[in-house]
């Protein structure tokens, strides 16, 4: 039999077992089942923080029927075709309660063609169907989408509180564990609890919490790039980086390395330096040909900042 994947164990289902790291969210959010309905949402906030789990939360304590929810990946499928066939077929039919929702995740993939198509169909169908849009990158969501939902930005947890999260799911599942090895997973993937939750039960063996070996593939080298930035071995940590990771993950890496500065920095000034490497690099890597080489370009000013 497969083993329970944790984080679909721990998938909160009801607003009483969802995180909040901002009271007057959860205030908010209460208040829309209290009222039984919602607007039009965009959830914004950075992979893993909780944004779609939060959607589908709400859409449970409102009691809306299986029949009156669509759920779109738009990671996935994300042109105006999929607005016309998928969106604009759903929508156009009677709710069986009182609305129906639709859930488009990963909005910010949408083409901008396709989202000039949606929000024809939100103004067309406004009565009868409310939408929840999820992104990583509000900005990448057109202005005409942003009037007509609310806004609703996730932060994430401290690193501690991610921490502390991380642990009670060891402690519930029996796992033996260090805090060091706990602490170096955390920091390969903060603060996205979604992959350091996966990356952790890869990582138990025999009940208890191990480094992964070569064949962790992904935690393997995250854990490895910890290191080596502890370490401030920065130069090696590059040639980690540009070995190991894929095109689709220097985002996160840039990520990465502005949430870590405490780990390699000394001080306000290389901070300061630090963090002006790391916008200019992100700032770049929609612009240039070769991202691989902006980003070693990135990593050796950081190098530079700290000597």
């Known amino acids: 039999m497969a083993k329970d994947l944790w984080v679909e164990k721990y998938r909160p289902e009801r607003i009483t077992d969802y995180v909040f790291k901002d009271t007057s969210q959860r205030k908010q959010v209460q208040n829309w089942i209290t009222d ?22 709400l859409i449970n304590e409102l009691n809306v029927e299986k029949a009156d929810v669509l759920y779109i990946n738009a990671s996935r499928d994300n042109g105006v075709e999929m607005i016309r066939k998928k969106i604009s077929a759903f929508s156009e039919t009677m709710p069986w309660g009182d609305f129906k929702v639709i859930l488009l995740d990963e909005a910010d993939h949408i083409s901008p063609e396709g989202q000039a198509a949606l929000r024809g169909v939100m103004e067309q169908y406004h009565a009868s169907v409310r939408f929840v849009l999820t992104c990583n990158y509000p900005n990448m969501i057109i202005p005409a989408l942003h009037s007509r939902c609310q806004g609703f930005h996730i932060e994430q947890l401290d690193q501690t509180d991610f921490t502390v999260r991380v642990g009670e799911i060891l402690q519930d599942n029996e796992v033996k564990f260090d805090i060091d090895t706990l602490d170096a997973m955390v920091r390969a993937n903060y603060p996205d609890l979604r992959k350091t939750i996966n990356t952790v039960q890869m990582c138990v063996v025999d009940k208890t919490l191990v ?5 962790g593939a992904s935690a393997e080298w995250r854990m490895q790039m910890v290191e080596l930035f502890k370490a401030k071995q920065i130069a090696e940590a590059r040639k980690l980086i540009v070995a190991k990771a894929r095109t689709d993950e220097y985002n996160d890496i840039y990520t990465w390395l502005y949430r870590n500065i405490d780990l390699y920095t000394e001080g306000d000034d290389q901070y300061d330096e630090v963090v002006l490497a790391i916008r200019n690099g992100l700032v770049k890597h929609t612009q240039v040909a070769d991202i691989e080489i902006n980003l070693s370009a990135t990593m050796i000013e950081i190098a530079r900042a700290i000597r």
């Open 211 to 215: 480094k992964p070996d070569d064949e």
């Open 36 to 57: 039984g309905g919602i607007p039009h949402l965009l959830f914004s906030g950075s992979p893993g923080t909780g944004k779609t789990t939060l959607a589908k939360v």
